[in-house]
């Protein structure tokens, strides 16, 4: 296995998701490297309709930190603690004009998963969040009506580092007494339904 391989293999296992951060500003150039890696990701038809909104401005940052909910199965012990916040955003945005296609959500996940893991490959942690306040976000940041916002990408360099657990019947993550996030994940034999060889 060449090295290449290895080290894409490497960060896809390694990548967790990351609700503490460093409060080191990641540099303008880092987010732009970060949304070149999701306009190169598969997109239905080459349709292409998604956009984004890059936030780093501190004061700007404050103003969204308020509607994101974090971590529901542990509350209020998944929340960032107040220095330990992102540093930086990415919404992700539908553009409405050009989202003809149902198949819309696939390249929203696939252009997710590029910035999750191209994140990692350099050292930022990341959260991707659906339960946001829409609305209020749209407010703040005076996103027109022909958007429609699906999700928020939170990043900062990792400040914390989850452990992988045994699933053993719950998918509920925790938190120990030192404030270690453990998160439950199947093994590959429970999820490969049928091997065919």
Not at 148 to 171: F, H, M, N, T, W
Request: hydrophobic residues 45%; charged residues 25%; proline residues 7%.
């Amino acid at each position: 296995m060449s090295k290449a391989k290895a080290t894409i293999y490497k960060i896809i296992i390694s990548r967790r998701t990351i609700r503490q951060f460093q409060q080191r500003p990641i540099p303008r150039a880092i987010l732009k490297r970060l949304i070149n890696a999701a306009r190169l990701a598969p997109s239905a038809a080459n349709l292409q309709p998604i956009e984004f909104i890059i936030v780093s401005h501190k004061v700007m940052g404050a103003r969204i930190f308020p509607h994101l909910r974090w971590a529901n199965y542990i509350t209020p012990y998944g929340i960032p603690a107040p220095d330990k916040k992102p540093t930086a955003y990415i919404l992700v945005l539908l553009n409405k004009a050009n989202a003809q296609s149902k198949y819309a959500p696939y390249d929203i996940g696939a252009a997710v998963e590029n910035i999750l893991l191209a994140a990692w490959g350099l050292g930022i942690g990341s959260c991707w969040m659906h339960a946001i306040d829409r609305d209020k976000i749209k407010k703040v940041l005076r996103i027109p009506k022909h958007y429609q916002l699906d999700s928020v990408i939170s990043l900062g360099y990792k400040a914390e580092l989850p452990i992988v657990e045994e699933y053993r019947g719950s998918v509920r993550y925790w938190k120990d007494k030192r404030g270690i996030l453990h998160v439950p994940k199947k093994s590959t034999h429970q999820i490969i339904y049928k091997e065919i060889i």
